[in-house]
Structures are given as C-alpha cells and as structure tokens.
C-alpha cells in the first residue's frame, strides 16, 4: 500500500508542468498561491499530529531552506512557461549531479569514480537538450531557470544533510512552505498581478487550488508519512516516476513531440543518476547492516 501511495505521490508531482502551462497566472502569482493555498492543509495535519513546541534555533535551518524553496518553486514555474515541459523536468531534475558536484565541497564528502561518471553523463544529456531546444527555438531563460530550480533543489537537499537536530516532518514543511510564501510576498505585491486570479474560467480556478492542495499539501503530507516507514532505497526508485511521468503527461496532454536528441539527453541524465543514487543508497544501507550486525556482537560478548 506504501508503494502505491508514494507511486501516487510521483503521478501528482509529474502533472506539475501540465497545470502550471493550463493556468494563464505569472510564475510568480502561481509559486505564491501554491503556498498560500497548501498551508491551512499543512495547518491541519500538524495539530491533527500534535506536533511538539519546537524551540526557534532548530527552525533556522528549516526557514533557510524555505527561502530557497520559494524560489525554487518560482523559477521551476518560469522554466515551464518559457521552455518545453520535458526539457524543463529533465534539466530540473540534475539536481543529484548538483549534490555530487557540491558536496566534496561544503559537506566534505569523497567523490567516487561512479559520481564522476554520473555527472559527466548527465553533462553531455545536457548539452543534447540545450541544443534541441536552441535548434526548437527556445530561448535559454527557460532552461537557465529550470537549471536554478534544480540548484536551489540541491541547496536544501545539501541542508538537510547538515542538520544534526530534527524536528518532526510536519512542522519542518509547515514552517519552510510558511516560509516561501512570506519571501515571496514582496515580489507579489510589487507585481500588482494576483489580482488577476479573480478573473480566471471556472476550470483555471480548479487547477489552481488543486495545485496548492493536491500537488503540495496532500502529496507533500503523505510523502513525509511514508519517508518514515519506506527504505531511502525505495523512495528513491520511485522517486523517478516524476520525471517520466511529467514527460509523459507533456506529450499526450499538452502535445509536445519528443525528439532522438531529447531520448538521449534524457537517458543519460535520468539514467545515470538513478544508478548513481540507487548504488549510493545500496552502500548506505550495506554499510548500515554492517555496523548493526558489529554492535550486536560486541553485545553478545559483553554478555558472555
């Protein structure tokens, strides 16, 4: 039942780009009713949980995090209205080659041969892309920002990683989606735009709100449930539903034509990182068993 929810989780997520391209708001309008609309659900759920009182220095790397989410959002939305939704997920979802790159660097993590691998691969699917989308006659904003999105994406995987005391999942999102709508208030207000919300068809409305409840509340609490019960390997795997699916989703819905050049790029990118992540969490999980099973036999003669 975990699977299906977190595969239902992946569909959602991979519809992304299909409403974002059907609801005729800015990027920017959409990133901030996303979170406007997501958190009385978010509320909810986590006075449904009882969450504890979480003192104010263990949210700083939550509300860090929440910043870069909200721009996260908004340039992943620029990237959808200005490149093709394919293009966009697989040029977003390099973000596992943004965190090989980056971690030797900030978290002082050994880089492997296979990382190496991975990210000179996914470097060429890239440049197959770019080059598809300059031959389709795409501009480079769409790319550039789909780019960004993946980095900041990485950012607060990067964070995460650094974060020695957690608090619950629920408040944590609560707080970084409370956070993104508060930064992206300012640029809302001098865009002067939000008010053409009032003006959308019925079915631009429905869209809309689905994106903040279904896309972001919903999915966004039921995968933080699972995360808890389900193997990292596991979500991992799944994890890659999104892209294949908002690829798909682009095709028969929107109509856009996958192209040999966008196969190849795609490949090799989604490819190669699902490898790299799936070997990584393999090793994690090995050594994990191999650290256990030591401590129990360190047990077992302290017993005897």
């Known amino acids: 039942m975990n699977r299906i929810k977190l595969a239902l989780v992946m569909i959602i997520w991979g519809s992304l780009g299909v409403f974002t391209k059907s609801i005729p708001l800015s990027a920017l309008s959409l990133a901030f009713l996303r979170a406007v609309i997501a ?3 978010l509320f909810v759920v986590m006075k449904m949980k009882k ?3 979480v003192e104010w220095p263990l949210l700083k790397p939550y509300i860090i995090s929440g910043v870069l989410l909200g721009f996260g959002w908004l340039t992943l939305f620029y990237g959808f209205k200005h490149t093709s939704i394919s293009s966009a997920v697989i040029i977003y979802n390099m973000c596992p080659v943004y965190v090989m790159i980056a971690a030797p660097l900030i978290l002082k993590e050994t880089i492997s041969k296979l990382q190496v691998a991975v990210i000179l691969s996914s470097l060429i699917g890239l440049v197959l892309i770019v080059g598809h989308n300059v031959l389709e006659g795409y501009g480079y904003m769409g790319m550039a920002l789909s780019a960004i999105s993946g980095m900041l994406y990485a950012a607060i995987v990067l964070i995460n990683r650094s974060i020695k ?3 619950d999942n629920q408040t944590a999102t609560f707080v970084q989606i409370f956070t993104a709508m508060l930064v992206l208030l300012p ?10 919300f009032v003006n959308l068809d019925a079915m631009a409305v429905i869209y809309t709100i689905l994106l903040g409840i279904l896309h972001t509340g919903v999915a966004y609490t039921i995968f ?4 808890e019960h389900m193997k990292s390997v596991e979500i991992v795997s799944y994890s890659y539903l999104e892209p294949l699916f908002g690829i798909l989703f682009s095709v028969i ?18 490819g190669s990182t699902y490898i790299g992540e799936m070997l990584k969490d393999s090793k994690i999980n090995k050594e994990k068993d191999l650290t256990q099973m030591a401590t129990s036999n360190a047990y077992r003669s302290n017993e005897k």
């Open 187 to 196: 640029f809302v207000l001098m865009d002067g735009n939000i008010l053409t």
């Open 39 to 41: 958190l009385p659900v």
């Open 224 to 227: 933080f449930s699972l995360s």
């Open 253 to 270: 819905v929107i109509g856009e034509k996958l192209t040999i050049l966008q196969i190849i790029g795609g490949v090799l990118i989604l």
């Open 165 to 167: 005391c957690r608090v």
């Open 51 to 53: 969450a504890d009182k």
